[in-house]
């Protein structure tokens, strides 16, 4: 009897330490599902600009990334996802940001057609409760989508590494964010 009841109880602490994770009121998925692999939550941060939270953070990948350069140079499947908690975040912004981060982080991409292809997928606001991933695929395909719509595809692995360094480069575009990705939060 005690057997079962130990079984059983090993059995619910499993099942609810796969749960979403709740930060500000969003829940984090344990794992997602990315080109027929499952990608583990590696770690997640607040994105701020002054006082004002913009968005959860979100990497997952297929391994545990604890540095900057084990990201950078790991080439399986992974995948971004921003939780936006502002209540608007304007187009115009948005490519400002991702603008700046190439530039910061990736200076020979910078002004590249694959860049520019990668920003002109971004043409509606993001508001409260959106969920904007991008997808980081293995074979160099980088895509975005907006609360599950495909926003539109770039095959760049260039790009793809580009992309991650903005985040996770030596000048993110938030360095706690960067640590919380890299769960060091």
Do not use: W
């Amino acid at each position: 009897m005690k057997n079962v009841f130990f079984a059983l109880m090993l059995t619910l602490f499993t099942v609810g330490s796969a749960a979403a994770l709740e930060v500000a009121g969003v829940n984090l998925e344990p794992s997602v599902t990315v080109n027929n692999h499952q990608l583990k939550l590696n770690g997640y941060g607040l994105r701020k600009k002054l006082f004002i939270k913009v968005y959860i953070g979100s990497l997952y990948a297929d391994k545990r990334l604890t540095s900057a350069a084990a990201a950078l140079s790991d080439s399986g499947d992974k995948l971004i996802r921003m939780n936006f908690l502002h209540s608007k975040v304007g187009k115009e912004k948005i490519i400002e940001a991702f603008s700046e981060g190439f530039s910061n982080n990736s200076p020979d991409l910078f002004g590249s057609a694959e860049v520019k292809k990668f920003l002109g997928l971004f043409t509606a606001d993001f508001m409260r409760g959106d969920v904007v991933d991008l997808t980081l695929a293995a074979n160099g395909n980088v895509s975005a989508s907006q609360n599950g719509k495909l926003l539109g595809t770039v095959t760049s692995a260039k790009l793809a590494r580009g992309v991650l360094a903005i985040y996770l480069g030596d000048k993110p575009a938030d360095e706690s964010l960067k640590k919380g990705m890299l769960g060091k939060d």
